[in-house]
């Protein structure tokens, strides 16, 4: 059987509460040798370090876009100290899940636009000073993402994982220049997402990591429409099992076997996050 890694996957979420312990069990029995547990916020620090090392998973910890409203100023000297704090934790691989989001229309306007482009900016300076790789939140903000990168790469250049990634072409290419992977998961099972099918199909193969997003980002077979859910379907789960089956989508794409998308796939997330390449050597 092959082995995956799930480079994003929140088991620390609320949904998980009544099984995480089933989850991650269902998740190992499909394969999923590791996952990597990123933070949203101050308050759930202490979980994902605490499920990554209960799970032999790795975590990461940062301050999500979504979450800058309720988040105070002193959140991020609470970052920088963690950070320091947690420096010989082999299982820390990175500084996430950080970003923008320009989906949501409140976070498109100010305030909290320059307030979430604030704390990007803040937290980037954060793994430059800790020397960590960057897990970040892409949606509608590629171009805006990588200007902040571009200005704040260190001088060995930038590591980590632009998470569910869903741009062009082009800023597939700029992300790939400055050091980073891409993320694929639940979204590319989608027919109808023909450029995100197209991307997962043609971009080099070291450009690709997978990921669930667990449990959100469901693929399509556990999806529930508006109208579906109206008349009284509930949305599926997703969780990290699921891993495997989004990619057979990926392999299929680029037709490719499962067993070569597994040795590439968990190659780059060790490229992408060198912490986990220690964590495999122990």
């Known amino acids: 059987m092959p082995h995956w890694i799930d480079t994003h996957c929140h088991l620390d979420a609320a949904e998980f ?3 995480r312990v089933a989850v991650r069990a269902r998740a190992a029995a499909a394969g999923v040798a590791h996952c990597v547990l990123p933070a949203v916020g101050v308050a759930d620090f202490a979980a994902v ?42 299982r820390l691989v990175a500084v996430g ?7 949501v229309p409140a976070l498109t306007q100010s305030p909290l636009r320059e307030r979430q482009e604030h704390f990007y ?25 990588l200007k902040h990168l571009r200005e704040l ?28 992977k891409l993320g694929f998961g639940g979204a590319v099972t ?6 995100l099918r197209r991307l997962a199909a043609e971009l080099p193969l070291e450009a690709l990591v997978l990921e669930t997003d667990s ?5 399509h077979w556990l999806y529930a429409t508006a109208q579906q859910r109206g008349g009284g379907q509930a949305q599926g789960r997703n969780e990290p099992a699921e891993l495997p089956r989004i990619a057979a989508v990926v392999a299929e794409l680029r037709g490719m076997t499962l067993d070569a998308l597994a040795l590439a796939t968990t ?6 996050l060198p912490g986990l390449q220690a964590l495999s050597a122990c």
């Open 17 to 19: 509460d009544k099984d």
């Open 49 to 90: 370090r605490t499920l990554a090392h209960d799970f032999g998973d790795s975590y990461a910890l940062g301050i999500h876009p979504l979450f800058v409203g309720q988040a105070q100023e002193g959140d991020l000297a609470a970052l920088d100290a963690e950070l320091a704090l947690r420096k010989t934790d082999a």
């Open 97 to 103: 899940e950080i970003g923008l989001d320009y989906f």
């Open 121 to 145: 900016r803040e937290q980037l300076l954060l793994a430059r000073k800790h020397g960590l790789p960057v897990i970040l939140h892409v949606r509608r903000s590629a171009d805006k993402l």
């Open 153 to 180: 790469a260190p001088q060995d250049g930038w590591r980590g994982i632009a998470h569910a990634f869903n741009g062009s072409r082009q800023q597939a290419d700029e992300f790939l220049k400055l050091g980073l």
């Open 190 to 195: 989608f027919e109808p997402a023909r450029q």
């Open 215 to 219: 449990p959100d980002i469901p693929p």
């Open 267 to 272: 190659a780059n997330a060790g490229a992408a």
